[in-house]
């Protein structure tokens, strides 16, 4: 493992290039920029962006193509100090994701200092030693140069104090697409030589229905995150053509209940005369067609799952 790989080439002829894949994941505090810079990176909306700790719960993998590599995004949930079963499920997979990927990419906003959240990832990833480390500071649209350069030297003696040896330390914006290929450029060296490991037109190798899950969850979380800060979870139970449909007037049927903790939930959720459930219900279907490019019909339901975060088997029937 590790070690630099040295070329060797003669003048007149240059050498085969070399074509890397492998995997990479971005970590950092809720609202550090991750889900923004996977997309700017991407090139299109995967992950699910959200205001909200812990909303990206899957593996959300955006892939960017190029001609001579292959960079595979893995979007790992946050990590934080667990309160529940599903706290340890989630830190427990974020250990695991980060020992398998080529590269792991802190992210640490330019326009907050570093805090106890960012300490506290910074030293699991201390104790993670074969994998390269690149240090990224995001969203410097916000600051002035001055309070750029102050951040770029706090973060490298977070390193030097924790033992963490950077492998780049790289400001970009993703908002202002600064930096943004540069970061990739900086990425690919990393990964191992390989073929492509997803066909050319693949962003994501999330199945559909999590991507559609996803969406109809953030959704419903609009507007009620302050109640319902994440007891919701969203199963799609089936996505299915309509028959007797034209081929040129498909239709997809998609059914999902969304699930909640508490039956005192469900108001909030469906709202006065079960206006909040239809704009969710419509919000989400426009969001699901562009990603799927085909008409839907949506059908939502509110269920009650009791204490679903607790709960092992419900977890699992959530799929997680």
């Not at 953030?218 to 009620?224: I, M, Q, S, T, W």
Request: with cysteine; charged share 25%.
């Amino acid at each position: 493992m590790g070690g630099m790989s040295v070329r060797t080439q003669t003048s007149e002829q240059p050498a085969e290039s070399v074509h890397r894949a492998g995997f990479a994941c971005f970590v950092g505090r809720p609202n550090a920029g991750k889900s923004t810079l996977t997309n700017a990176l991407v090139g299109q909306k995967v992950a699910i962006t959200s205001n909200r700790p812990q909303t990206t719960r899957h593996t959300v993998r955006g892939i960017v193509h190029r001609p001579d590599a292959q960079l595979i995004l893995v979007d790992t949930p946050g990590l934080h100090k667990p309160r529940t079963l599903l706290g340890e499920r989630l830190n427990d997979v974020v250990r695991t994701t980060w020992a398998e990927v080529d590269v792991i990419g802190f992210c640490l906003p330019a326009d907050q200092k570093l805090g106890p959240g960012d300490r506290f990832i910074a030293k699991e990833l201390a104790g993670i030693k074969k994998t390269p480390k690149v240090a990224i500071v995001t969203k410097t649209d916000l600051v002035d140069p001055k309070t750029l350069a102050e951040q770029l030297i706090a973060i490298d003696q977070l390193g030097k104090e924790l033992g963490i040896e950077w492998a780049e330390i790289v400001p970009v914006s993703a908002v202002g697409d600064k930096q943004v290929d540069l970061l990739a450029d900086l990425l690919i060296p990393m990964l191992p030589e390989g073929p492509a490991l997803y066909p050319e037109g693949d962003l994501t190798d999330e199945p559909e229905q999590v991507m559609v899950a996803e969406l109809i969850r953030e959704a419903a979380l609009e507007g009620v995150r302050d109640e319902l800060p994440h007891s919701i979870a969203v199963v799609v139970e089936e996505m299915l053509p309509r028959e007797d449909r034209p081929a040129d007037r498909p239709l997809l049927d998609i059914h999902a209940n969304v699930y909640i903790e508490r039956p005192s939930q469900k108001g909030i959720i469906i709202g006065p005369k079960g206006k909040r459930l239809k704009e969710v219900g419509i919000k989400s279907r426009k969001h699901i067609e562009a990603l799927l490019g085909t008409p839907v019909f949506l059908d939502l339901h509110v269920k009650v799952a009791k204490d679903w975060q607790r709960d092992p088997r419900q977890l699992r029937k959530l799929g997680f």
